[in-house]
């Protein structure tokens, strides 16, 4: 039995400080994300859709990763991996402008770099590529 007054020593207290501290600055930041990517969500849904005509200058993918850990009821370990691709086009429109937009309705496989057209964008989404079949004079 301690004595009263006594306490286990500076580490330990520092310990008990520290690790809800570090919990709550990691609870925080994923609030903060969620709330930051339905804003964006929101704006991009409310933004009019305009129709621009423009050239495919490149695509690319990112693929993220997520691996989740877990105890079964036997006390095993095990881990479910999960990947997500996001597909993305940068257009160049006739005034030298690139901006690289979020493709939300698969047209990653449909447009080809070089491809001319007519782009319908809403906010940081491109949403339909009518492409151009004739070449523009």
Known sequence: MMPQGMSFGGGFDFMFTLVPILIGIVFVIV???????????????KSPR????????????????????????????????SSRTYYYITLEFDNGERREYLDVKNLYGLVVEGDTGYASIQGDWIVAFERNLQPRS
């Open 50 to 81: 305009t129709s621009e005509f423009a050239r495919v200058v490149s695509k690319r993918m990112d693929v993220r990763h997520h691996t989740n850990h877990h105890n079964d009821d036997n006390g095993m370990m095990h881990a479910n991996h």
């Open 31 to 45: 609030i903060v994300g969620f709330i930051s990517n339905g804003a964006r969500y929101v704006k991009n849904a």
